[in-house]
């Protein structure tokens, strides 16, 4: 395995190549890379970057974002089987077929979205911007929110406003909201709960912290939140509700710390699918290029651009 890490740095180095890497991507992968981070983070360095070819490790959409901001730029996937159940819930079709229903809402597209559907967007959010974003909209305004119906649930509780949510959901996210949350912090009664709002179980616990749940310990946050809130917390212990990847990142940071995922089975199968010798050999051949035709990335980019405007 150190031969071909070798290969892999000696090549990215021939060809001017950076390497970024999701947060859930397998250890190994996270190790080589140059930058380790989520999917907006990952595409502001591709445009940073003095590199020419970007090989992005994550999946389909994360690399297609990548292409739309950063234009003048290869971008590479190692898989190009590497997809999204969450990007897969709605098809450009059926956003045109909703929008027609509502004409005169306003529409807020999670950043895990094709190309397609960032074109017929209004404005981009990420999870960790979606509230400040959906609360600089007129509030007379109706949202159209899609695709995740978690995050779409936890931005409507937070801000009040009047939105429609797509049924849509990440089917790893999916899995946590069956696990119990009590049932975890009996294991763990010392440790911080960090939850990523689109688990089902981050809106559940809103509304049950509301009623009768003590949620003092339990915290909402992206997954770059949650590597800032480790950062600068002075605990040790923690309960992770999120893609069992970030872990290995948490464990860098910090060392000293346990951190437990709430669910063993938060396990999101694209993102595993790339292996250091897919990375190895789409460095080689550099493959498999995905490239937003300029049309559609204008557009596409717009609803970027109106959420960096705000952010
Ligand atoms: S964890 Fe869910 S949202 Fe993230 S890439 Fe996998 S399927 Fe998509």
Not at 61 to 70: G, L, N, Q, R
Not at 75 to 97: F, H, K, N, Y
Not at 143 to 161: A, N, S
Request: with cysteine; net charge negative; hydrophobic share 40%.
């Amino acid at each position: 395995m150190s031969d071909m890490i070798n290969k892999i740095l000696k090549l990215k180095k021939e060809k001017n190549a950076v390497i970024l890497a999701h947060n859930y991507q397998i250890p190994e992968i996270q190790d080589i890379a140059d930058f380790v981070g989520d999917s907006l983070g990952l595409s502001q360095q591709a445009v940073s970057t003095n590199a020419e070819l970007i090989v992005f490790c994550g999946v389909h959409f994360m690399a297609e974002t990548a292409s739309i901001i950063a234009p003048n730029k290869k971008v590479i996937i190692p898989d190009l089987e590497a997809g999204c159940s969450l990007a897969a819930s709605i098809t450009a079709e059926q956003l045109r077929e909703w929008k027609k229903e509502y004409p005169d809402a306003v529409v807020v597209s999670y950043i895990n979205t094709t190309a397609e559907i960032k074109a017929e967007t209004d404005y981009c959010v990420t999870s960790s911007n979606a509230v400040k974003v959906v609360e600089a909209i007129p509030r007379n305004k109706k949202i159209l929110f899609l695709p995740d119906k978690f995050l779409g649930q936890y931005v409507t509780l937070v801000t009040g406003r009047d939105m429609e949510i797509w049924n849509g959901a990440c089917h790893v996210h999916e899995k946590i909201g069956e696990v119990s949350f009590k049932e975890s912090q009996d294991q763990h009664p010392n440790a911080e709960f960090l939850v990523h709002p689109e688990c089902g179980c981050s809106s559940s616990c809103m509304l049950k912290s509301k009623l009768y749940f003590d949620c003092k310990s339990i915290h909402i946050y992206s997954t770059e939140g949650m590597i800032n809130y480790v950062k600068s917390s002075d605990k040790d212990e923690f309960v992770i509700a999120t893609e069992v990847g970030i872990l290995h990142r948490l464990k860098k940071i910090k060392p000293s710390a346990a951190f437990y995922p709430l669910s063993e089975k938060s396990v999101c199968e694209y993102m595993k699918m790339i292996t250091v010798e897919k990375l190895y050999d789409a460095l080689l051949n550099e493959k498999f290029e995905v490239k937003v035709s300029e049309e559609l990335a204008a557009k596409a980019r717009l609803s970027i651009e109106r959420m960096l405007a705000i952010v």
